[in-house]
């Protein structure tokens, strides 16, 4: 089996907050009449670039054109040595990758007829608990409106949340105060999470200053690749530490350095399936613990991550995956499914990720390109159509 095209295609679907995000749809084509699909995720990040999606396209094709679908680690060498590592959270090649490798493994599991999950290593977990997130707080009167969000989705049986905290402690500090008030146990609150934005000694007070209510573990509490700063701020703290992987040099400095409890493993930000199982296997080996992050991917993206947890034996954190339940629609025929505050993971029988595009909604969400036009630092930040400064 060869691959013959690559097709690529850009979405804009509107989160519940309001914000619009983009996504590029990948089809890989063979010459046996089977096709892959994978969704490189969520490029509305810092820094505000983006690649030209039809060069992209033609990069993609002299890479992959003529290739065999199954010589994944000879293609992702290949993808890799064309989008390198960067050291950097929202590296685009990282975002590249991911949707390639998402789509071999999709192709590569449909032409076996076996599921992305046996590809991976096999089935360990029929579900796993995920968190919904509670976006950062700019001003007070938004603690209301996030109660609120926990209300409503505890109702749908999400009962762990994850706060992006930091911005404005008063009222992080309110929120926590009321959703202990009016749900008690009945919430946990899975994490602060700070996002990089403050140094770690301006993250340690923070973090004691909202020690008095109850949450699990902390989340990247120092500057991008401040692996001292992360040490620092693990032994000063109580809680357990995690950390995003985006680079396996990265990885690598965090483990040396002892700067982390939990590594935060997403394909999106360390570049595709296959490599998210190097890093997942090599927190295993150094004895820490993971969490499956998320950028917060479409239904494609996130079934992907639901096969990757299906097979993990060190998932030991509540995870992060709930894209699809932000977003007004999908452009899928069948969303993936959640029960209860789990991730269903796709069953034993699924062909590849077992996800089918839905081709009006491709169409109803198409964009032009990646351009920004007039979204502001704030939105970026915050997810939301929100224009307060």
Excluded at 353 to 363: F, M, T, Y
Aim: glycine content about 6%; overall charge negative; aromatic content about 10%.
């Amino acid at each position: 089996m060869k691959l013959t095209d690559v097709s690529l295609t850009v979405v804009g679907v509107p989160r519940h907050t309001g914000f619009v995000n983009k996504h590029i749809i990948v089809r890989l084509y063979t010459d046996e009449g089977v096709t892959g699909i994978g969704e490189m995720s969520d490029f509305s990040h810092l820094p505000r670039y983006a690649p030209d999606v039809k060069d992209l396209e033609k990069v993609l094709e002299q890479i992959l054109i003529g290739k065999n679908p199954f010589d994944l680690a000879l293609i992702n060498k290949e993808l890799l040595d064309n989008f390198p590592e960067a050291m950097y959270y929202y590296e685009k090649g990282s975002f590249i990758r991911n949707g390639v490798d998402n789509a071999l493994h999709d192709l590569c599991g449909k032409y076996l007829g076996v599921s992305v999950a046996e590809l991976l290593g096999g089935k360990y977990h029929d579900k796993f608990k995920v968190c919904y997130p509670i976006f950062r707080h700019r001003f007070m009167e938004e603690v209301e409106e996030n109660v609120e969000v926990v209300r409503k989705r505890l109702a749908e049986g999400f009962d762990v949340f994850r706060l992006y905290a930091g911005k404005n402690v008063e009222a992080d500090a309110a929120f926590l105060a009321a959703v202990e008030k009016e749900f008690g146990s009945k919430v946990t609150i899975k994490s602060l999470d700070f996002s990089h934005l403050l140094d770690w000694k301006e993250a340690a007070r923070v973090v004691k200053r909202l020690s008095r209510y109850h949450f699990e573990l902390v989340e990247s509490p120092a500057y991008p690749n401040d692996f001292e700063g992360l040490r620092h701020f693990r032994h000063k703290i109580d809680h357990p530490v995690s950390e995003h992987v985006w680079s396996f040099r990265q990885q690598f400095e965090m483990i040396k350095q002892e700067s982390v409890d939990i590594f935060n493993v997403s394909p999106i930000f360390i570049g595709g399936l296959s490599s998210a199982k190097k890093a997942i296997a090599a927190a295993d080996v150094a004895k820490k613990s993971c969490l499956l992050g998320t950028t917060q991917e479409l239904s494609i993206g996130t079934a992907a991550m639901a096969h990757l947890g299906s097979t993990m034996t060190n998932l030991n954190y509540t995870s992060d995956p709930t894209g699809p339940e932000l977003y007004i629609d999908d452009v899928v025929t069948e969303k993936i499914s959640y029960q209860d505050g789990y991730l269903i993971t796709p069953p034993r029988d699924t062909a590849g990720l077992g996800i089918e595009l839905d081709e009006k909604k491709v169409e109803q969400f198409t964009l032009p390109d990646l351009s920004w036009n007039d979204v502001t630092v704030h939105q970026l930040q915050d997810r939301t159509a929100d224009t307060k400064s």
